[in-house]
């Protein structure tokens, strides 16, 4: 891994560009198992190693690189993300993506009770602002309902109100289709299982590498599965398989 990494790093510079290396961080994947068969991830104590590089004309001084726990989340690309693939941590002091998209719910709430925007404005912004703010790691994100949720509802208590709706106004017409006289603002828990789906499917029709594992993945749990009809198959006849 050093290696590779500071063949990447020279190769950068020798381009014009410069890595920061103050900024860099890495994970190590290495398994413990039980003797029930149970595999762990073991913690930086337990798998000890280190990444040591040079940057840009200092090449006899080398660096540590800075080396995370596997469940503590890191900003990478707008999204607090780890290997353990876990939205909380047991310490409320470490900030993870759970923690990150509750303040951003806060802080637009708290903006727009103290705004005077009209009804039109605050439809606006909470499209155009926080439902995108939110929504843009949503694809790769695995909360829970309940935890996306408590999001939702932070976020309601002031946007609601300020369209125009009383705090206890139904879900269901909130949320329901426009055919149906509803205002067609799906939850964020349904705004989540659709952006996954939308990833799996586009991931799959790029047919690299990445896409063959995933399609191997859906092909391995349409077997587990036992039912007949193929999952996400365009021939089905069920549109929502599609």
Known sequence: MEEISQNFERKLFSTGGSLNLKK??????SWRWDSDGTATMATINQSRAE?????????????????EEYDIAQRTLGCWLN??????????????????RLGQAQSWATAILNSNLNRKETYMAYHGVLQAKIGYALAVTTFTEPQL??????????YRPKIGLNRK????VVQGPTQYCGLAQPPLFTLQGSKQLQLLIGTIRNQDDTGSLAQASLELKQQESDYITPILHAD???????
């Open 24 to 29: 860099c961080f890495w994970y190590l994947i």
């Open 51 to 67: 990444i040591k590089m040079t940057q840009g004309y200092k090449i006899q001084e080398k660096a540590t690189i800075r080396r």
């Open 83 to 100: 290997p353990a693939v876990k939205m909380t941590h047991e310490d409320p002091k470490v900030q993870t993506e759970y923690t990150v």
């Open 149 to 158: 949720r408590k999001i939702q509802q932070t976020a309601d208590v002031a």
């Open 169 to 172: 106004f139904p879900n269901a």
């Open 236 to 242: 089905t006849s069920a549109e929502y398989q599609r």
